[in-house]
C-alpha cells in the first residue's frame, strides 16, 4: 500500500492571512460606524444666525450703571426696569461718578428698543445714544447721572 503523503501547509502565512482579514474587516467596520455617527448626529454650527430676534426674544436685556455715585441708584432702577418687563443683567457703577445726566445707549443697533427704554424711565430721547458693542451680550446701557432725582424709578416712590 502506497503511504499517503500528507502536504504540510506551514502555518505563518495562514496566521498572517487571517489577522490581515481581521484588521481589514475591523477598519471598514469603524469607518461604517464614525460615518454613521457623522450623518445621524451632525455638527452644530456655532455661527450665530442672521436673526438675532428669533433667538433672543422680545425681552430686551440691559445694564444698569450708577454714574452719579449716590448709594443705591442702581439698584433702585434695576428694580423698577424689572417691574416694568425689562431684564438686567448687570448693574453696578460707571467708569466715572461725573456724569451729569442720565442716558441710554444702544448696544446692538435696535434704537427703538433703547428708546423704549429711555420712556420707561423718563429720559428724554435726545439722551439716547448709539455705541454698538456685540462683545457685552445685551441690547443697552443704562447710564444714571446726576439727574436721577428726575427720573420715574425716583420721582415716584410708590410706583
Do not use: W
Amino acid at each position: 500500500m502506497a503511504k499517503k503523503m500528507r502536504r504540510r501547509t506551514k502555518g505563518r502565512p495562514r496566521r498572517l492571512e487571517n489577522a490581515l482579514l481581521i484588521f481589514l474587516i475591523g477598519s471598514v467596520g469603524i469607518l461604517l460606524y464614525a460615518l454613521g455617527v457623522r450623518l445621524l448626529a451632525p455638527r452644530v454650527d456655532p455661527v450665530r444666525e442672521k436673526n438675532p430676534a428669533r433667538l433672543v426674544g422680545d425681552i430686551i436685556q440691559l445694564e444698569v450703571r450708577n454714574g452719579c455715585g449716590v448709594d443705591g441708584v442702581a439698584a433702585q432702577a434695576t428694580r423698577y426696569l424689572r417691574r416694568h418687563g425689562f431684564d438686567v443683567v448687570e448693574v453696578g457703577d460707571h467708569t466715572s461718578f461725573d456724569v451729569p445726566y442720565s442716558l441710554v445707549i444702544d448696544r446692538v443697533g435696535d434704537l427703538e428698543a433703547a428708546r423704549k427704554v429711555a420712556a420707561v424711565l423718563g429720559i428724554p430721547e435726545d439722551r439716547v445714544r448709539q455705541q454698538i458693542r456685540p462683545d457685552l451680550f445685551l441690547d443697552a446701557s443704562v447710564i444714571i447721572g446726576k439727574d436721577y432725582a428726575q427720573l420715574a424709578p425716583f420721582r415716584n416712590q410708590l410706583d
